[in-house]
């Protein structure tokens, strides 16, 4: 969808990429796939910063997340932290 808005709108750095892509012989369903591949690079790469910027900071003097809070970072993604409970689990029996 952002691609294609994009690509509708002269000016935009989209469609210029696009037109550069045609220009170097792309087919235009090619180019418009490099256009979609390259905006979700984009997207992704300034997912990650956000993540790394929010990650949790070990120097008290730095501002960051509020004590207590956690996040562990798994597959590149930042994820609550997962465990056990404190509490222990009903005994089947008793019900």
Do not use: F, N, W
Request: with cysteine; charged share 30%; glycine share 8%.
């Amino acid at each position: 969808m952002a691609a294609v808005s994009q690509i509708s709108h002269h000016g935009t750095a989209g469609r210029t990429y696009y037109q550069r892509k045609i220009d170097e012989g792309m087919a235009p369903k090619s180019a418009l796939r490099a256009l979609k591949r390259k905006i979700s690079d984009a997207l992704y790469a300034r997912m990650i910063a956000d993540a790394r910027r929010a990650a949790p900071t070990t120097d008290p003097g730095r501002p960051g997340r509020a004590d207590g809070e956690r996040l562990c970072i798994q597959r590149d993604r930042l994820t609550p932290p997962t465990g056990s409970s404190d509490k222990p689990l009903p005994d089947h029996d008793q019900l």
